[in-house]
Every structure is written in structure tokens, then in C-alpha cells.
């Protein structure tokens, strides 16, 4: 949606903003955006005014703006450890009640903030907005949005501001959508009402070659494409939340991400073509995750249906498997592997020993939890060869052992132990030239 306004004098557009000047240049197109603003970004009241201040310049600049927040920082886990305190496992029903107070409390400070500011503004829950979810407690998924009320705020001129990772189950309870829910909650928004840019805003300036923690010489990519942007969420990149990037790539929402503590900076911006002229590098990042367990089952038959007769019960109980490695059988026999998140390694071992092991008559059951997974990730893979193989060849050179591989078109990944991670990403972000800006 674009509509024309004559440019207030003074009034200067955001730098990434360069919606085309009509004739006469006079007068602007302005935008309708989404800006989602996480924990840290309204971690106490003062970055909570920041963010008023934020909202009501681009307010004044006559873009159309429904914010939605995150609870303030910490304040999520604070409410997941207190229901720990009543309950082992808490009731989800009642689980989601509590922890989605969090983002009520922030989208009521920032009201109040912009109306301090001589901004209207107007705030909404998940189920005031009527975010239709399933039923899933603590996982749903958003059904439908109703855009009635939304799209009248907005026509009166105000800001709306929605909280974040909530939403409401057909039969009237609240649901929540996941930990970094939010991020779903803005690119929904985004979809459902056909917004220009849904703008993430964060405590980073942008999506990075890797986490600038463990490699300094990190950079800030201007653009990824979506798919690579998929895969490091998936991966172990921890900026998105890796539903709000399913979602996003579904309805080919224009995702920008940005940082809320810097006033200038175009961001990254998630594009869904690869780009001919600006960052054409094979490799565009690597991801690392630490979250991971290996379970290894060793000598069983080898015979149609072992797969399942092995993982089927891990799935039963909701366990996501990662990685999985069959070996080729050796007189009769086989080893099978795979990982799992290092919260499910104990279960999913007993899984194994206790149901599995018996049944199928394997040797031995071992496992480790101290694994990571590197993997490097880019586009460019399609029509670069020998990408996997440098990988190989600079692990292999510090040193690393290598324990799994798995590829896709467009990236690989591999584990090895934990304690050689940050030296695996350091060597690889150096060894595929991720430093030298493009
Ligand atoms: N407050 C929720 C969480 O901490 C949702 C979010 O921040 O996106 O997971
Ligand atoms: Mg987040």
C-alpha cells in the first residue's frame, strides 16, 4: 500500500527508505510497516521511550506503523521459572496464561510512552487483535488474523501496537507461539495486511557472516537471500525466529533486519532474488549450534525397517531429530546415528536402551552430548563445486575431526566436538573470505 502525502518540511525519510520521489518532488510515497521490537529493545523504561521516540518519527513522517513487542527481557524466563516453582511440567493452558503477560505489560508502556509524545497510539493483545491460533499450547500456530480493527486505527491516524507471541485457541484460550514468537507475530501481521516491510528490530544491526562474539572480523551482510536465511535459522543463528522465516518466505513478506540502539544503518534486508550485482560471494555465513546430542545404536540388523523401527519411537515421543547417518551394512549388520537437541539427549537414550536396543537386538547403544554443528551456507553452492571439500580440507588442517556430514544444495554441515567449534568457525569464516567485504 502506498499512499501520497506532501513531505512536512524538515521532516527527513529514513536513509533505507528510498520510496521514489514524485514529479515535482514535492511530494513522497510514505509506507505502511511492521516494526517488531524484542526483549532487549524494551528491556526497562527507558529503551521503551527510545523506542516511542523511534516509532513516533517515522509516525511524523506519515508512514502507517503497527508495532509489536517482545516482553521486556528476562521477563519471560522469570515467568517459566515461577510456574516451575507450583508445577514439574505446568499445565500448558494455565502455562500460557502467565507467560504471555509479559508482552501485555510492554505494549501498555509503549502506548503510554507515545502518548507522551503527543502520538496516538492504541494497544492490542493476541486475541484483542484476534490472532486465531490452533489449539497447541506453547507451540501454536496462527490460523487467520482479523485486520478489522488494525486497518481502523490505523485509518484514524494512530499507531497500533500489538503484542508479540500470543494469540487466541478456538476455544477461547490464549495460546502462545513458541520462544522468539514474536518475530511470527510481526511477519504474520506483516502478510495479513499486505504491509510494505516488516522491520525486526533488535539488539544487532543485522544478519552477520557469523556471531561477531566468536569472530570478531564478523560482517553485516546488506542482503540474503531467504533461502540462506532459512537454513541459519535453522542452523543455529539465533536473530530470527525460525517459524517467523517459514512464514515470511510463504507469503513473500519484505523482512528487514535492524538495529533499535543505532539511528542510522540500512540493516539486512531478507531479498527473494539472488541478487546479479551486490553480494555475490559463494558463502554468505556460518552458522554454529552447540544445542546438540549425538546417539549412535550399533550392530543391528541390517534390514528394511530398521530406520523406523529406530526413529519411530523417538518421534512418538515429539523428539526432533537432526542429522541422521546410516552406514553401509557389513555382514549383515549395521550402525545407525543421529542427533538430537542436547535437552532430549537423556530421554532419547533411554528411548533407545530401554525400548529399542532389546527389540532390535543391537549391540550397544553410546552417545555424547558434547557435539556442535558448524556448517557454512550460501546460494552460490548451486554453481561453485568443491565448496564441501575446502571445508574438509581446513578442518583437517587444525586438526578437527570430523564426526557427521550432511549436505544440502546449499550448504554443509558437520559436527564435531564441541570444544573445536569456535576454532572450526574461525578458520572457515577466514578460509571462505567471509571478512573481506563485497
Ligand atoms: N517473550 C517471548 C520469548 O521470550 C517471545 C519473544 O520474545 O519473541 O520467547
Ligand atoms: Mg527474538
Not at 46 to 75: D, L, P
Not at 233 to 257: D, H, M, N, P, T
Not at 347 to 355: A, C, F, Q, R, Y
Request: a negative charge; glycine letters at 8%; one cysteine or more.
Amino acid at each position: 500500500m502506498q499512499i501520497s502525502v506532501i513531505l512536512q518540511k524538515g521532516v527527513e525519510l529514513c536513509p533505507f527508505l528510498k520510496w521514489p520521489l514524485k514529479k515535482g518532488a514535492k511530494s513522497v510515497s510514505v509506507a505502511f510497516f511492521i516494526q517488531k521490537y524484542g526483549g532487549t529493545s524494551v528491556g526497562s523504561t527507558e529503551r521503551i521511550k527510545n523506542v516511542a521516540r523511534r516509532v513516533a518519527r517515522f509516525h511524523a513522517q506519515g508512514h502507517q506503523i503497527v508495532v509489536v513487542v517482545s516482553a521486556m527481557s528476562g521477563e519471560t524466563n522469570r515467568l517459566i521459572a515461577l510456574a516451575h516453582e507450583v508445577q514439574d511440567t505446568p499445565d500448558p493452558r494455565e502455562l500460557d496464561v502467565m507467560i504471555s503477560t509479559g508482552e501485555q505489560v510492554s505494549i501498555a508502556l509503549l502506548c503510554m510512552a507515545l502518548k507522551e509524545l503527543n502520538v496516538q497510539a492504541k494497544s492490542y493483545t493476541g486475541s484483542q487483535v484476534r490472532i486465531l491460533t490452533d489449539n497447541s499450547h506453547t507451540k501454536a500456530r496462527i490460523l487467520s488474523i482479523d485486520e478489522d480493527n488494525i486497518r481502523a486505527d490505523l485509518d484514524a491516524g494512530s499507531v497500533v501496537v500489538v503484542a508479540g507471541f500470543q494469540g487466541v485457541g478456538g476455544d477461547g484460550s490464549i495460546t502462545t507461539l513458541g520462544r522468539g514468537g514474536s518475530d511470527t507475530t510481526g511477519v504474520a501481521l506483516a502478510a495479513a495486511l499486505n504491509a510494505d516491510e516488516c522491520q525486526i528490530y533488535t539488539d544487532v544491526d543485522g544478519i552477520y557472516t557469523t556471531d561477531p562474539r566468536v569472530v570478531p572480523e564478523a560482517r553485516r551482510l546488506n542482503t540474503i537471500t531467504f533461502e540462506e536465511m532459512l537454513e541459519m535459522a535453522s542452523l543455529g543463528s539465533k536473530v530470527l525466529q525460525l517459524r517467523s522465516v517459514e512464514f515470511a518466505g510463504k507469503y513473500k513478506v519484505k523482512l528487514r533486519v535492524l538495529s533499535s540502539f543505532k539511528d542510522e544503518g540500512q540493516g539486512t534486508l531478507i531479498t527473494f532474488e539472488e541478487d546479479g550485482n551486490m553480494e555475490q560471494a559463494v558463502i554468505s555465513g556460518i552458522a554454529f549450534n552447540r544445542d546438540e546430542a549425538k546417539i549412535t545404536i550399533i550392530g543391528v540388523p541390517d534390514r528394511p525397517g530398521i530406520a523406523y523401527q529406530i526413529l519411530g519411537p523417538v518421534a512418538d515421543s515429539n523428539i526432533d531429530v537432526d542429522m541422521i547417518i546410516q552406514n553401509v551394512g557389513h555382514d549383515g549388520l549395521t550402525d545407525f546415528s543421529f542427533t538430537v537437541h542436547r535437552n532430549d539427549f537423556n530421554t532419547t537414550l533411554n528411548i533407545l536402551k530401554d525400548k529399542i536396543q532389546p527389540h532390535v537386538d543391537a549391540r550397544d547403544v553410546v552417545g555424547g552430548d558434547r557435539i556442535a554443528k558448524v556448517s557454512v551456507v550460501g546460494v552460490g553452492m548451486r554453481s561453485h563445486a568443491g565448496i564441501a571439500s575446502k571445508m574438509f580440507r581446513v578442518l583437517a588442517e587444525e586438526g578437527i575431526n570430523i564426526q557427521m556430514i550432511a549436505t544440502s544444495e546449499i550448504k554443509v554441515s558437520v559436527v564435531v566436538d564441541e570444544k573445536y567449534m569456535e576454532l572450526a568457525v574461525r578458520v572457515l569464516h577466514k578460509a571462505f573470505d567471509l571478512e573481506q567485504a563485497r
